[in-house]
C-alpha cells in the first residue's frame, strides 16, 4: 500500500474562523470606507493577509501609502487573535478528529497546509498540535494560494508523489493550488463554489472511512 499524505488547510475544514476573519477585515475596512460584505469575504478564503487587504482596496479601487497598509496588517491579526483567544479543543469542526483517527491509525502522513500565520498558536489551541507530521504555514511560505507552494512543500518535504497527496478546502485558491500541484483535492462547502474539486462534500461530517480508504 503506498503511503499517503493527507492535506488539511486550517480556516474553515479544521475550525470555523472564517465568521472571525470577517469581523475584523470589516473593522479594518470601516477604517477605509469601504463597504465589506459577507460575499466578498467569501473571495478572501484562502488568501494571505497582504493579498486580502489588497483584494479589499480593489473592491473600491483605493491605494493607500504603505506603511498605513502594513500598520492595518498589524491591527487586523490583532483584532483576529482576540476573537480566536477563547477558542479550544470544542471548536474543532465535526468529523475532524475522526479523520485524523483513521489516518494516524494506518500510518499515512498528515500535513497542515494554510495561508495562517497563527496556524501553529490555534493548532495548540485545539489540542490538536501534535497530530501533525508536518505543518507549512504562511510563516514559511513565500507564495500564496492559489500557488501550489504550501502543499508542494509538504509532499517534498515527504517524499510523497503528488498523485498520492489528498487536499481538503473550503477555498477556490485552495482547491485550484491543489489541482495544479496534481493532488487530489476535496472541496468542503458549496459544490456550485467549489466545482473544480475531485471530490465535493458540504460539511466534513459526511466523510466516512470508508471513502477514505478508497482513496
Not at 490538536?128 to 494560494?145: M, P, R, S, W
Request: aromatic share 8%.
Amino acid at each position: 500500500m503506498n503511503k499517503k499524505l493527507f492535506i488539511f488547510d486550517l480556516d474553515g475544514v479544521i475550525v470555523d474562523t472564517a465568521k472571525y476573519h470577517f469581523l475584523a477585515w470589516q473593522n479594518i475596512a470601516s477604517e477605509l470606507n469601504i463597504d465589506f460584505t459577507i460575499e466578498q469575504n467569501e473571495l478572501l478564503k484562502g488568501v494571505n493577509r497582504e493579498n486580502s487587504l489588497l483584494k479589499i482596496l480593489e473592491f473600491e479601487n483605493k491605494s493607500i501609502d504603505p506603511s498605513l497598509f502594513n500598520s492595518l496588517l498589524i491591527k487586523k491579526n490583532n483584532i483576529y487573535l482576540r476573537y480566536v483567544e477563547k477558542i479550544n479543543s470544542s471548536d474543532v469542526i465535526d468529523g475532524i478528529k475522526n479523520s485524523i483517527d483513521y489516518i494516524k491509525k494506518h500510518k499515512h502522513h498528515l500535513a497542515l497546509g494554510s495561508a495562517s500565520k497563527n496556524a501553529q498558536m490555534i493548532l495548540r489551541k485545539l489540542e490538536l498540535f501534535e497530530c501533525f507530521d508536518i505543518i507549512i504555514d504562511g510563516t514559511i511560505t513565500e507564495k500564496a494560494k492559489p500557488n501550489p507552494e504550501v502543499f508542494l512543500r509538504s509532499m517534498n518535504r515527504l517524499k510523497v508523489k503528488s498523485e498520492d497527496c489528498i487536499v481538503f478546502e473550503d477555498s477556490i485558491s485552495g482547491i485550484t493550488a491543489a489541482n495544479t500541484a496534481g493532488m487530489i483535492s476535496i472541496g468542503i462547502g458549496n459544490k456550485d463554489v467549489l466545482s473544480n474539486a475531485n471530490h465535493n462534500f458540504s460539511k466534513f461530517n459526511l466523510i466516512t472511512n470508508q471513502f477514505l480508504s478508497h482513496l
